[in-house]
């Protein structure tokens, strides 16, 4: 039995990590959760035995550093980023230990005064069940409504929650176990009942997924852009001279357009990443290396290279190849910035592109990359490499140019566009703090007088970021824009590139 269960957990655990955690959907896929129900399994399966040969002060020391473990995971910063995988085995592991070190009946003080607290036993009694109520009461039930739940109504809520399991744990969890009659102990009646309270579940959360993204438009050139033909000289605003005026998306936060806060388009309009063909084909965790969208049949080529914010933007690099008239070669790797000489997992893909760069395969490259928000790099050693970076390709007459990053958004924003699509008037945050990281591959590159791209007028005011621009959701999560919203960029990018001179040799 327990060798089973560490293999379910196991191969559960190596499937979250496979997955892109930038994706919402990652986080409530069941098999990518199962492995932390696998630890608790195992633990039980084991049962109390497991600690009898660990001394009560070792089980001590291990509870006290557990807990701190806990604790302390809460202060990580971007660890959230590695959810459902990596980001989750501290917390996973620590409250394993926890729970290991307090099984025996022991003296030692740390668990026993844990143990002794009756207000955390009765919660602790009930915390599964709170948890299965939580959902549909917090998480469902304000998408139902199309109201975020302020703090009162959150208060009141949770309320219920704990009403609600009190409930279900005394009418419905405590009778199944006290009972003796075996049709409710056997296997087979367990496992319906399990089966149809997921069902109810999954049901529950399409249904409210359904409401939540009714209405959104699909979306097309003609509801969307303005003609991809010749440009006009009537552009409204003339920082982007070769823009036909529009006003969905990036367009609104350029021309002069009418208020549209209501959600149009969302991150459901378009696929995040770019869908299987025979030029583009995705690898293990929605990687890409050679990517090609665009004019596939055109003789010239440029290359994008960078890592997830890259690839997030894909239907905008298809836009600009389709305008160009070239083929754009895209190589997106999660996490990957491209630096040359930096001895990581990136490496192979970097030196790969800077071959073909030299060898001369391409007209040009577009440098993407997200800001270090997790500071695993000092800033000092990240303004190093991306200035030894730049250096080596100007160094071998590669032009090129460094797009800015987008600003992030914090929990408080995204969830304020999911229960406020009808109205995202109040969606908004600080300029500062969807700003507030330092982007060292942009900044390099002004400071060296480089070929940049910088959208940050686009993407807020003077003061403020609005989560929702012309109709269009930007975030699809806390770090990436909806491929929405990069299909409003296209003709930006476009008009950036040709400014720059950044066109091929038959354009």
């Not at 304020?416 to 008037?425: K, Q, T």
């Amino acid at each position: 039995m327990l060798l089973a269960v560490c293999a379910i957990t196991i191969a559960s655990f190596i499937y979250a990590t496979s997955l892109d955690s930038a994706n919402p959907a990652t986080y409530y896929d069941p098999f990518a959760r199962a492995w932390e129900l696998g630890v608790g399994t195992a633990i039980a399966v084991m049962g109390p035995s497991s600690a009898s040969r660990i001394s009560a002060r070792s089980r001590h020391i291990i509870s006290i550093a557990a807990w701190t473990v806990i604790v302390g995971v809460s202060f990580l910063p971007g660890l959230g980023e590695f959810v459902p995988g990596f980001g989750v085995v501290p917390s996973v592991v620590a409250t394993g230990l926890i729970i290991i070190c307090a099984a025996p009946m022991t003296s030692f003080r740390f668990t026993s005064v844990t143990k002794a607290i009756s207000g955390l036993v009765w919660v602790g009694d009930r915390s599964y069940s709170a948890y299965l109520w939580h959902w549909p009461v917090l998480i469902l039930a304000p998408l139902v409504i199309g109201m975020e739940l302020t703090f009162f109504p959150k208060i009141i809520a949770l309320l219920i929650v704990f009403v609600l399991s009190a409930l279900s744990f005394r009418f419905i969890e405590q009778p199944i176990r006290s009972t003796t009659s075996t049709l409710v102990r056997r296997p087979i009646f367990l496992a319906t009942i399990a089966a149809s309270l997921t069902a109810v579940l999954i049901v529950g959360t399409v249904t409210a997924t359904g409401i939540a993204t009714k209405g959104l438009d699909p979306v097309s050139a003609a509801n969307l852009l303005p003609p991809t033909s010749a440009s006009s000289p009537n552009a409204a605003k003339p920082t982007y001279p070769l823009v036909r005026p529009f006003c969905k998306g990036a367009g609104a936060a350029v021309f002069e357009c009418p208020p549209s806060t209501e959600v149009l388009f969302g991150a459901q309009s378009l696929p995040s990443y770019p869908p299987a063909t025979p030029t583009c084909v995705p690898l293990e965790s929605a990687n890409y290396f050679d990517c090609v969208l665009g004019d596939l049949n055109a003789r010239n080529s440029i290359v994008v290279v960078g890592d997830s914010h890259a690839k997030a933007q894909w239907v905008a690099w298809d836009d600009v190849g389709k305008r160009l008239g070239v083929a754009v070669h895209g190589f997106f790797l999660n996490a990957c910035p491209f630096v040359v000489g930096r001895g990581n997992r990136c490496s192979e893909r970097n030196e790969a592109v800077r071959n073909r760069l030299i060898a001369g395969e391409f007209d040009f490259a577009v440098l993407v990359q997200a800001v270090d928000h997790t500071r695993r790099i000092p800033d000092a050693q990240e303004r190093t490499d991306f200035e030894a970076t730049y250096q080596d390709l100007a160094l071998h007459g590669i032009r090129f140019v460094v797009l800015k990053d987008n600003p992030g958004i914090g929990e408080k924003e995204r969830n304020c566009v999911i229960y406020n699509r009808l109205d995202a008037s109040s969606c908004t945050m600080p300029r500062v703090k969807g700003f507030g990281f330092d982007d060292h591959a942009f900044d390099v590159a002004r400071e060296l007088n480089l070929d940049t791209i910088d959208f940050s007028e686009i993407y807020c005011d003077r003061s403020r970021c609005p989560l929702v621009i012309g109709g269009v959701s930007v975030y699809r999560d806390y770090r990436h824009i909806t491929a929405v919203f990069g299909k409003t960029l296209g003709p930006f990018l476009y008009d950036q590139f040709v400014t720059l001179g950044l066109t091929t040799q038959n354009n």
